[in-house]
């Protein structure tokens, strides 16, 4: 593995560390201007650091992770969430579909032999 890629990995790990954290200690967003919101007070808290006459960098980083974990909360949160829960509800739709269909074709079968009588 390069460079690259293990710094890549232990980024995502850090982020994946702090979406968890942040799940822990505060509730899910709610919307869309909410996360921006987080995202944005995030961020300006690395342009604070950024501006100073002698960032951290260690500190911006953190900032940054932060303010990636932030995004990946709010895809997870306010986008993904609702698209699966949309994608359940038409699955749903579609198994209660098929189900009166397949109780609608059975009764019909019933009725059909019903009517039906053998000769003797």
């Not at 990995?9 to 702090?18: D, N, W």
């Not at 932060?66 to 699966?84: F, G, K, S, W, Y």
Request: net charge negative; with cysteine; proline share 4%.
């Amino acid at each position: 593995m390069n460079e690259i890629s293990r710094n890549l990995v232990l980024i995502s790990y850090q982020c994946a560390a702090e979406v968890n954290r942040a799940e822990e200690k505060h509730p899910p967003m709610n919307s869309l201007h909410e996360g921006y919101a987080v995202i944005l007070e995030e961020l300006d808290e690395v342009w604070d650091e950024i501006k100073k006459k002698t960032p951290d960098l260690h500190r911006i980083r953190n900032e940054l992770i932060q303010t990636a974990a932030m995004c990946i909360r709010l895809i997870d949160n306010v986008v993904t969430r609702p698209m699966e829960r949309h994608i359940d509800d038409q699955v749903q739709i579609l198994a209660s579909a098929a189900s009166a269909a397949v109780r609608a074709h059975k009764a019909a079968e019933y009725e059909r032999q019903l009517l039906i009588k053998p000769e003797n």
